[in-house]
């Protein structure tokens, strides 16, 4: 995991002063010097995922490496952020005012990020469709000799493919039928047709009325930065966590497929006036750009490798419609390439959504433990008062 | 004349004329033009032969006509009902087809076969797609009887499909594996199954639900999602899984490998989707004691899921891992509603207003009942305190008291039954501290046994936590009973005992009267008081009220008929003499059985 070493010596170095500190309150000079400390490592780590070198394409922006990157940069800030907030304090610590507000909304924002995490895993589920059916098109473009039959195999995936990249965004809810239009029930039924029933199979398991625009726009509700003498130390830090959550929830959803994305917001509130967002608000407008000229088209989100296949995937549709046996030399090899390519796309997504399923999955698990962790010590400071459900 | 399917002369076999031709493929074959078997020799005999030189494809050419005629056929007969009893020609010849092509494949590509494998190659997927869009057909049942067109031949259970149709689909994926489409036929497969899945957990009222929305839930609505989804848990662990792993195994009957695999796949996709509903219960904080049978019962749900058998393919790590997980926090979840056993236990202070009568105390006869009841989960609930303690690093100190006598031999506690220990050792703590409130001594030791007998009464009632606590437990309870029992006897009665002893009655060797009469009246003012203040008092164990009586009886009987036969006789007269003996030894026996009857008027003779 990335930058594992800087986080355990992080935290090696919270509970060092931790002990050093007599008084139990916490000294106010404290809080700070976390804080900015804090604020320091995020800011190393988001402009380290930020600078991909070039000659690893791969591991380019909203690829599923970076994306994986950035979720690894998540947990550690996510850790950071909690060892912070309770190594060393008790319940009352943590429940004065402006607290006792901000900690329940966090909170709040937690379980949300938990829906969102569900609904990805649920996307991968499609990207990995869509990787099965590039395999069959690599496959039979790769076969010598090259001829017709091969070429309407590929075709065929193809245009399933490149359907099931776009029926997500125009059909958001679950248990929707299928039209069985695919059936051969006329002579010299068209054999080429696209198979829409199949990917309908894979249908959504969040709740039918959920949508992915509205949970990001009901996390970003209240995340201001707090003013004045609460400007500092705690509070402070529960603001960049919630911007950090807000975040990564929100490239997530903008990377992989999910229900009903429709109107998904480009603004985040993120400071600008602070010079460690740079990095945040640079990614944001780039994804937010790119988010903006592909919505209208439909598609099935920015994810590098999917943007990727469904390009190499339009263009070798138009290979296939006009392949007649033999074929013409230079299309031939121009299509050859473009079959390489695809192939090491779908090579990329075979070793890396695995990994990014069990990620997402450890996201999930770690938003929950430390949730509960949190009502604990807040626990222990309210227990008579806490209603028994 | 025509043929019959395999060459045979029929003379009752009517000859199909050129224009039935289009509709009975599976009797193409014996058309005249095609000479079937004429044509499988030839092209057999053409594969033995192929080398590298001259080929004459003409063979080849024939066949590939003959299937495309036949594929054309096909492809006009109606959906789901396309194969037929005479399909395996059919299937037979895809299969040749697509040997001819590996063949020729080898081929070098200045041989002249390059422009018939281009035929032969767009002949197989042609035949592919048909095959394929068969399998769909044929998979895809249509569970919402509504739709009207019932089409298939279907059986009444779940996957519902009829033997008939299992065994055309087990052909279809043969032969599409055998040629080079198994990705496509995989992913049919998975795709269909994933669909009539889903459809079936709706049937079952299978919901999915937020871990947002959960989070609001008032405990009412989300018991109901609970009871509902144990249900759809037991359908899944005790049909489902089984039924679709046949299912797999029937129609992949040649490939146990495939079969595996996508079992396997459409194992973990069907628990995803069961296990978000446990996953959403993100668990508020304090749920109340009774909560807890809820959660053990969504345990051993989790526990049945994670024990069946799904295979060892990749996938199958993702679904134990999560399982495993989930299970785990149900778990936590668990142990941490019955610490709120102890937390209100101790927290019972009831108002420092003690119990009237000195009865059985409410949290006395919930804490017995609830332990009684947990112990029906007992084997679950060791499971569960066993994790925790694995997993907060927890060791049992291997210390005396934790060890259990069992059967006379003495085993280390289970952390569960450990617990238990805690629990009842809170409780008698907390009766102790009740018992403190009664000024009466005597009240507190009937307070003492009747909440003593009630807890050892429900151990015997439950041979579970009678075990879990050990004999010498209960041993050391007994005798507690019995020293209360003792010291109430003394509190109570020994004033009233020293009342009718014969010593002191006598004064210079002579029976004083106006000692004897002094006596009396005490005894009468004594027993009076102890009957009035102790006709309250309860004792709702019908053993335990008579063995009390019994023994007060038993002493004070004897003491008095002794003290009244020896010395009524010193009285001047009857009358004088009925003026203080009150009562016959009868009476006191009657008067006796009064006690503890929690009697709000007391009933004292007048006399």
């Given at each position: 995991m990335t930058g594992t070493d800087t986080q355990s010596s992080f935290l090696g170095r919270i509970s060092i002063r931790r002990n050093q500190v007599n008084a139990?309150?916490?000294?106010?000079?404290?809080?700070?010097?976390?804080?900015?400390?804090?604020?320091?490592?995020?800011?190393?780590?988001?402009?380290?995922?930020?600078?991909?070198?070039?000659?690893?394409?791969?591991?380019?922006f909203l690829s599923i490496s970076w994306i994986r990157k950035l979720l690894d940069v998540f947990l550690g800030c996510e850790a950071e952020c909690k060892a912070i907030l309770l190594m060393g304090r008790d319940a009352a610590q943590i429940s004065k005012p402006p607290l006792d507000r901000l900690i329940p909304e966090l909170l709040d924002r937690v379980v949300k990020a938990l829906d969102i995490c569900n609904a990805i895993a649920n996307g991968l589920e499609l990207v990995r469709h869509c990787q099965k059916l590039a395999e069959i098109a690599v496959l039979a473009l790769e076969q010598k000799p090259f001829g017709e039959g091969q070429s309407k195999r590929?075709?065929?995936?193809?245009?399933?493919?490149?359907?099931?990249?776009?029926?997500?965004?125009?059909?958001?809810?679950?248990?929707?039928?299928?039209?069985?239009?695919?059936?051969?029930?006329?002579?010299g039924g068209n054999k080429d047709r696209p198979l829409f029933g199949h990917y309908k199979s894979l249908s959504w398991q969040v709740a039918r009325n959920w949508s992915a625009s509205k949970q990001i726009h009901a996390m970003t509700m209240n995340v201001v930065p707090p003013r004045g003498p609460e400007a500092s130390g705690l509070p402070s830090l529960i603001f960049i966590m919630n911007l950090i959550m807000v975040f990564v929830m929100w490239v997530l959803i903008a990377a992989i497929p999910c229900q009903e994305r429709n109107g998904l917001t480009t603004h985040l509130p993120i400071p600008k006036n602070v010079n460690w967002t740079h990095t945040l608000t640079g990614l944001l407008e780039k994804i937010g750009d790119e988010w903006k000229k592909k919505e209208?088209?439909?598609?099935?989100?920015?994810?590098?490798?999917?943007?990727?296949?469904?390009?190499?995937?339009?263009?070798?549709?138009?290979?296939?419609?006009?392949?007649?046996?033999?074929?013409?030399?230079?299309?031939?090899?121009?299509?050859?390439?473009?079959v390489a390519e695809l192939a090491e796309v779908?090579?990329?997504?075979?070793?890396?959504?695995?990994?990014?399923?069990?990620?997402?999955?450890?996201?999930?698990?770690?938003?929950v433990r430390s949730r509960t962790e949190i009502l604990d010590v807040l626990d222990q400071g309210a227990k008579s008062s806490a209603p028994l459900v | 004349m025509g043929k019959s399917q395999n060459g045979e002369n029929l003379g009752t076999e009517t000859v199909s004329d050129g224009g039935d031709e289009q509709n009975n493929p599976d009797e193409l074959s014996s058309e005249p033009g095609f000479k079937f078997d004429q044509i499988l020799k030839d092209v057999d005999q053409f594969i033995e032969t192929l080398d590298s030189g001259e080929n004459n494809f003409t063979c080849i050419d024939q066949f590939l006509e003959m299937v495309d005629s036949e594929i054309a056929a096909y492809e006009l007969r109606k959906a789901s009902a396309k194969f037929g009893l005479n399909m395996e020609e059919f299937f037979e010849a895809v299969k040749l087809l697509w040997t001819i092509i590996r063949r020729l494949e080898e081929l070098p590509s200045d041989s002249g076969a390059t422009s018939c494998l281009n035929r032969a190659g767009s002949e197989h997927h042609r035949a592919m797609l048909l095959l394929e869009n068969e399998f769909r057909t044929l998979l895809d049942?249509?569970?919402?009887?509504?739709?009207?067109?019932?089409?298939?031949?279907?059986?009444?259970?779940?996957?519902?499909?009829?033997?008939?149709?299992?065994?055309?689909?087990?052909?279809?994926?043969?032969?599409?594996?055998?040629?080079?489409?198994?990705?496509?036929?995989?992913?049919?497969?998975?795709?269909?199954?994933?669909?009539a899945l889903d459809a079936e957990l709706s049937k079952l009222s299978f919901e999915n639900i937020n871990v947002d929305d959960a989070e609001r839930m008032s405990w009412e609505s989300l018991e109901v999602e609970i009871g509902n989804w144990l249900h759809i848990m037991k359908h899944c662990t005790n049909n489902l899984f089984s039924e679709e792993r046949t299912l797999c195994n029937s129609v992949f009957s040649e490939h146990p490998s495939i079969a595996q695999r996508l079992f396997c796949e459409l194992s973990t996709s069907l628990t995803m989707r069961l296990l978000n509903f446990p996953n959403?219960?993100?668990?508020?904080?304090?749920?109340?004691?009774?909560?807890?049978?809820?959660?053990?019962?969504?345990?051993?749900?989790l526990r049945d899921l994670n024990n069946m058998e799904i295979g060892n393919y990749l996938s199958a790590k993702e679904f134990m891992s999560d399982t495993f997980t989930v299970q785990c926090r149900i778990g936590e979840t668990a142990v941490s509603i019955f610490s709120q056993l102890e937390n209100s236990i101790e927290s019972d202070n009831a108002g420092r207003i003690p119990v009237a009568g000195g009865a059985v105390h409410p949290l006395t006869r919930y804490t017995m009942n609830y332990l009684k009841y947990a112990c029906e989960y007992k084997d679950t609930l060791e499971q569960v305190f066993q994790k925790h303690n694995e997993m907060e690093g927890l060791t049992v100190q291997k210390v005396q008291e934790n060890y259990i006598e069992k059967d006379d031999r003495f085993l280390p506690a289970s952390p569960f039954a450990l617990k238990l220990v805690e629990v009842m050792d809170l409780l008698d703590a907390n009766i102790e501290m009740k018992s403190k409130l009664y000024r009466s001594p005597s009240l507190r030791y009937i307070f003492l046994m009747n909440n003593g007998r009630y807890i050892l009464q429900k151990l015997k009632e439950s041979t579970d936590i009678y075990d879990m606590l050990g004999h010498s437990w209960s041993r050391k309870r007994t005798s507690e009973l019995r020293q209360y029992h003792k010291l109430y006897q003394r509190d109570t009665w020994s004033n009233v005992l020293q009342t009718i002893s014969h010593e002191g009655v006598q004064v210079n060797g002579k029976v004083s009267k106006p000692i004897l009469k002094e006596r009396f009246k005490n005894f009468n003012a004594l027993f009076e008081e102890i009957l009035k203040t102790?006709?309250?008092?309860?004792?709702?164990?019908?053993?335990?009220?008579?063995?009390?009586?019994?023994?007060?009886?038993?002493?004070?009987?004897?003491?008095?008929?002794?003290?009244?036969?020896?010395?009524?006789?010193?009285?001047?007269?009857?009358?004088?003499?009925?003026?203080?003996?009150?009562?016959?030894?009868?009476?006191?026996?009657?008067?006796?059985?009064?006690?503890?009857?929690?009697?709000?008027?007391?009933?004292?003779?007048?006399?």
């Open positions: 139990m309150d916490g000294s106010h000079e404290q809080e700070i010097e976390d804080l900015d400390l804090f604020q320091k490592q995020v800011s190393d780590r988001f402009a380290e995922i930020l600078s991909a070198p070039d000659d690893t394409p791969f591991d380019a590929a075709k065929k995936a193809l245009v399933s493919l490149i359907s099931a990249m776009h029926l997500d965004d125009k059909e958001g809810s679950a248990h929707k039928t299928t039209d069985r239009n695919w059936s051969f029930g006329r002579r209208k088209k439909g598609m099935a989100g920015l994810l590098f490798e999917m943007q990727k296949m469904e390009k190499l995937g339009q263009s070798l549709i138009d290979f296939t419609d006009s392949f007649q046996y033999p074929g013409e030399k230079d299309k031939v090899e121009e299509a050859a390439k473009q779908c090579q990329r997504m075979e070793e890396g959504l695995g990994p990014l399923q069990m990620l997402i999955r450890e996201v999930f698990h770690r938003l | 049942i249509n569970t919402d009887r509504n739709e009207g067109e019932t089409k298939l031949k279907t059986v009444e259970e779940f996957p519902y499909f009829s033997p008939e149709s299992v065994s055309i689909m087990n052909r279809i994926g043969s032969t599409m594996i055998f040629a080079g489409y198994e990705a496509e036929c995989c992913i049919a497969y998975s795709g269909l199954r994933l669909k959403a219960l993100v668990l508020p904080r304090q749920y109340s004691t009774e909560k807890l049978f809820k959660f053990l019962d969504i345990y051993e749900a102790q006709s309250t008092w309860v004792v709702s164990d019908g053993q335990l009220k008579s063995e009390l009586r019994v023994s007060i009886s038993s002493v004070m009987i004897p003491a008095y008929r002794s003290f009244v036969g020896r010395f009524q006789s010193y009285f001047d007269n009857s009358k004088q003499a009925g003026k203080y003996i009150k009562y016959q030894p009868e009476d006191i026996e009657e008067l006796i059985e009064q006690l503890f009857e929690g009697n709000t008027t007391s009933m004292i003779r007048r006399s």
